[in-house]
């Protein structure tokens, strides 16, 4: 009997599960997935809570729903994988072989690397929205908040979901301005980027947006420490920005396991061929998700296309073939802007992001780089498609690689 | 593309003044592009361009956390060695294209 482990429950682990236990004979191989958490969080749904669109319970549901049966669910924490030995050990010491793995074992925030992050104004001023405790934590604060100075800022590339803080800042404004407090809260957006996104045409459709909302974009910041005494940011340069209340995108890392394993980058992210998936490690482990160091997005979109391809071609690699499906980058995300609308955006490794319709070229329904209420309406139904199709490896109407059919060139 | 003359020789340059290929540069090529940013190339600044120049040959990618780990500065003297936007600069004096943030 010959065993695919997979590292991670979250998002890509459990959809490759259900991919996989289709695939392979029960007969010839044991499917097993570790993961330390019993409770399966709906990431994107963190973002509203603070806002009170959605409570704790929307998000939440238990993971072993998620598992197929014929895949054995293993509740551990992970030491680390020795890949000379096709071995991983589990917290306590327990030891799985391997014949093929699969590590998904995600991203976290890590505000211990920033100093003056986790201290004393930790989820009393300052908050995350990444971790559903924050999320719930800003939720309450924001209920009595009479008004002052919100900043959102982000420390360090890469973080998981890279339209998440712009969103939060457009949701916070139609928030305030619906208790009627807008004109005594100033909303400022920090960033170590250029501008308020990374690729140009975005930049500009999304920069002309925050401004219509008065955001202030602070650009070029990069967080070297946080001054709980005096509530300020302080950056490497010596550039100081005031805050009566702080949300932040902590340092994203992967998973102290990859670092225990010798697998990481400086971030503990994992060095995997940008199109076949395969870690640079060894031949027969392959990465997915966020944990991995290629570079798109670290979002659930990328994780539901690259796991077409990587279905593809663990199958090519069990069978002796080469391994020839290539993943180009694809990732899809919805950006809610507040007021019912939203933006969508559509891209890969070598394409930026541009305007045009989705996923039916000249028709939609959704419009890419434009802010209308249809878009906001694709998100609103998204949570119900990830849990009925998504998570469980079904379908979707959406090809995996990024087609230019629907979009359009343009030139800033 | 443009071609520009530095130290005498001559490069091929991106719109954005990065080099095309950065097997043109040499040690007197980055201490003039240095001058045209404000900047006096030290022993300090040629430890960390041939830091970035090695990360890049491997393929890796930039960051100015892994700048910070290397063991030749820290963020601060980074950003004090190439004042403005630290990765930028250094990037276009080491003769390497300009570091893409993933989106």
Known sequence: ?412 | MVEKTFAGTIVNLNDEGYFEDMNQWNKEIAAEIAKEEGIELTDKHFQVLEFLRAKVEKGETLTIRSVGKSGIVDIKEFYQLFPGGPLKKSTKIAGIKKPTSCV
């Open chain 1, 1 to 412: 009997m010959k065993r695919l482990l997979i590292l991670g429950a979250g998002t890509a682990g459990t959809m490759m599960a259900n991919k996989m236990r289709k695939a392979l004979d029960r007969e010839d191989w044991n499917i097993t997935i570790v993961d330390q958490h019993k409770t399966h969080y709906y990431q994107p749904g963190f973002l509203f809570i603070p806002f009170g669109i959605y409570q704790k319970q929307d998000v939440i549901k238990s993971k072993s729903d998620f598992i197929p049966p014929g895949v054995d669910l293993i509740y551990s924490a992970i030491d680390k994988v020795v890949s000379d030995d096709n071995k991983v050990f589990l917290e306590g010491g327990k030891v799985l072989n391997y014949d093929v793995l699969i590590i998904a074992t995600g991203t976290h925030t890590a505000p211990e690397e920033t100093p003056g992050l986790k201290d004393k104004l930790w989820y009393k001023e300052i908050f995350d929205f990444y971790t559903i405790d924050g999320a719930v934590a800003l939720q309450k604060y924001f209920k009595s908040f009479e008004g002052g100075n919100l900043v959102m800022a982000i420390t360090e590339l890469p973080y998981k979901c890279p339209v998440a803080p712009i969103e939060f800042v457009c949701l916070a404004d139609a928030y305030f301005t619906q208790k009627g407090i807008r004109d005594k809260v100033k909303i400022s957006f920090v960033t170590p980027l250029p501008g308020a996104f990374t690729k140009p045409i975005a930049t500009k459709m999304l920069s002309e947006l925050l401004k219509e909302k008065n955001i202030e974009v602070i650009p070029e910041f990069y967080i070297e420490s946080i001054d709980n005494e005096n509530k300020k940011l302080k950056s490497y340069d010596g550039q100081e920005i005031d805050f009566d209340v702080l949300t932040i995108v902590p340092v994203n890392m992967g998973s102290d396991m990859v670092e225990r394993s010798g697998m990481g980058d400086d971030l503990n992210f994992i060095p995997t061929n940008k199109q076949t998936l395969q870690s640079e490690k060894a031949e027969n482990i392959f990465v997915i998700g966020d944990a991995s160091n290629i570079p798109t997005s670290k979002a659930g979109s990328v994780a539901h296309f690259s796991g077409e391809i990587l279905y593809d071609n663990i199958l090519s690699y069990i069978e002796g073939r080469p391994l020839l499906a290539k993943f180009d980058g694809h990732a899809n995300c919805y950006i809610e802007t507040g007021f019912g609308k939203g933006a969508l955006i559509d891209f890969n490794y070598e394409t930026e992001p541009l305007p045009g319709t989705f996923p039916l070229p000249g028709i939609g329904p959704f419009g890419l780089l434009k802010n209308t209420k249809i878009n906001h309406y694709g998100k609103v139904i998204f949570r119900w498609i990830y849990w009925h199709i998504l998570l469980k490896g079904k379908e979707m109407p959406i090809e995996a690689e990024m087609t230019m059919a629907g979009k359009k060139r343009v030139k800033i």
